[in-house]
Every structure is written in C-alpha cells, then in structure tokens.
C-alpha cells in the first residue's frame, strides 16, 4: 500500500522563499521523522525554530495501536507541516518484539530495571529502517537534514537512540548517496535531544510554546486512547513531566 499525504496545516503557515540581499531563497527543508510522542515533536518544532521547512514523516509499521499515528497527524498539522507523509512498513510479519508482536508489554518496571538491558519493546533495527526511508525522502526533497528526536538519557536502552549509532548512520548515508556522492549536499543527521533528560526536553517544548496534550506515548494504550500509566514509555514521561515541575495532561488508567 502507498504512503499517503495528509492536508496542510493553516497553522504555523510555512514560508517557502525568503528574500535575502534582494534575492528570493528557497527555504531549507527537513525530513522529521515523527512518532506523535513527546521527542519527535520537540525535534520538531525545533527544526522549525531553526527555519526548516518541515516534511513529517511517519509509518504504519504494525505496531500494536493506531494511536500513535492520530497523534502524529495533530502534531503535523498543528505544527504546519509543509507535508506528512505516512509510510506502510510490515515490520509485524519479523517481529520479535513486543511492539510489533503478541509478547507482553512489561509494565511497573523500576529505574534499574528499565536501565538493566534493552527490553522486549525494542523494534529490531527500527531507527535504521526509518532512517533509510527519512534519507529516500531528502534525497528527493533535495534536502540535506533530517531531524531525529533520539535520547540516550532518560530512555528504554534502545542500541539505535545512541549518538555513536547517528553518526555512523551519517557517514554511511554520505556514502550512499548519489547527492552525496556527487558532492551536491552533506548529509545532517540532527539529534537535538540525545543528551537532554526528558524534563529537559518537556521545559524546552513548553518554552518553545508545545501544547503536549496533541502527543502520545504509551505502549499499551486502552482503545479510547488512555495511557496505561504503567509501561516503561509511560513511566518516563510522567518522571519528566514530575522533574519538570509541570502537569502531565495525558490520561492514564492507572
């Protein structure tokens, strides 16, 4: 099935040529990749405040809930991305984890825990596959940046959320590229985040002006969309939100 591209926003109206010295520039883009979480739409809205032109990109990949996929249609347009692009990906059919699968989500988990080795809720080369598909879309975008919102401090132990990981993805997408090759434009892998807390990440986003109740983060949601407050994703953004100081509008079963 193809990808399909949602509506623009009226908000956040992007501009598309600027005038600088009396001659119009086109706006430099990014492709954002977008979860509906609380990272990737920080990630975004920076790329935003940086000037990018956003292209939002998510994917249908056969995880657990469609929730995920609403939320990143609000953040996309809320946000006036210039396009969201949303990409069909069987990642069910390997599995392996329980995200994609029937394996139980490990709930109640404590810090240590969470931190003792990657969970059965990470996606076998996940951000390496989304990645890919990120770096088809700027080569054809003829845009150089793409915007991730990895973290490496207050997440699951994922092996693809590292900064090592990002830049060894960086080099090889300049190698593997015919714009890169050809030495039309350089590759940027932006990672905004990956050394922020997740408090960090939630006062930037309320200073940026982010209305967190658009986003979504539990892995177990119930059908009418409630978080169960009790996985790993959960336990982290009610931890940031608390360190934060803030209140979390999400709603939580438990």
Not at 12 to 32: D, S, Y
Not at 154 to 172: K, N, V
Request: proline share 4%; charged share 25%.
């Amino acid at each position: 099935m193809p990808g399909r591209l949602l509506g623009r926003s009226q908000s956040w109206t992007p501009i598309r040529e600027r005038l600088r010295n009396g001659v119009m520039m086109r706006t430099r883009r990014a492709v954002v990749l977008s979860s509906g979480g609380i990272d990737s739409t920080t990630a975004m809205v920076m790329a935003k405040t940086q000037g990018y032109e956003v292209y939002s990109l998510s994917f249908r990949y056969g995880q657990r809930h469609a929730i995920e996929l609403k939320a990143a249609e609000r953040v996309a347009q809320a946000l006036g991305a210039r396009e969201h692009l949303v990409l069909d990906i069987d990642l069910a059919s390997i599995g392996g984890s329980a995200l994609t699968g029937d394996l139980p989500v490990p709930k109640a988990r404590s810090e240590g825990e969470m931190r003792s080795g990657i969970p059965v809720t990470y996606v076998p080369a996940r951000n390496t596959i989304f990645l890919s598909y990120a770096l088809a879309w700027a080569e054809v975008l003829k845009a150089s940046d793409i915007f991730i919102g990895v973290n490496a401090i207050d997440y699951s132990g994922y092996p693809d959320c590292r900064r090592e990981y990002i830049d060894a993805f960086e080099r090889m997408a300049n190698l593997a590229t015919k714009a890169g090759v050809e030495g039309r434009t350089t590759i940027k892998i932006h990672t905004p985040l990956v050394q922020m807390t997740k408090a960090d990440i939630i006062r930037r986003g309320v200073e940026l002006g982010i209305d967190y109740s658009m986003t979504h983060s539990c892995y177990d949601p119930s059908s009418d969309g409630t978080a169960c407050g009790l996985c790993d994703s959960c336990l982290l953004r009610r931890k940031g939100f608390r360190e934060a100081g803030l209140p979390d509008p999400a709603r939580y079963s438990a």
